[in-house]
């Protein structure tokens, strides 16, 4: 009896220290897509998912530069450095907290190629000499 009594007062201590749900960690935004690339033509999309979000329901908007927010992921293929502003709204619950984040965009100018000039015409023997 002394056994099931301290057991069930342990599990009631540990429940107390750690409430059930207490260690399951918040909703919060992953982005994928964000960083720097080098322009190659094709779009970089940026998008975002509400991880941890258990049953609620999330909205996601973005915001490029400041601008208004869509529902709709940036897609950009410019030479530019874009500022996306991601906001998530609990559908589920209008009293949960928004959830923000905001990452970069980068797309750089590609890296100058090697160019092989010939000029003067004519065949020339390599001797370690510039011609």
Not at 14 to 30: H, Q, R, S, T, Y
Not at 43 to 59: C, F, I, L, Q
Not at 101 to 116: D, G, H, N, S, Y
């Amino acid at each position: 009896m002394k056994r099931i009594i301290a057991t069930v007062l342990a599990a009631v201590l540990l429940m107390l220290v750690f409430p059930i749900g207490a260690l399951a960690e918040d909703p919060a935004i992953k982005v994928s897509g964000a960083g720097t690339f080098e322009h190659d033509g094709s779009s970089h999309t940026v998008t975002a998912t509400v991880e941890n979000a258990e049953t609620d329901t999330y909205k996601i908007e973005y915001s490029v530069n400041g601008g208004d927010y869509t529902t709709e992921a940036p897609s950009k293929s410019d030479v530019g450095t874009y500022s996306i502003s991601i906001k998530a709204t609990n559908e589920t619950n209008p009293e949960a907290a928004v959830l923000t984040k905001t990452v970069q965009l980068e797309i750089t100018e590609p890296a100058p190629k090697a160019k092989l000039v010939l000029s003067g015409g004519g065949t020339v023997k390599y001797d370690g000499r510039a011609h």
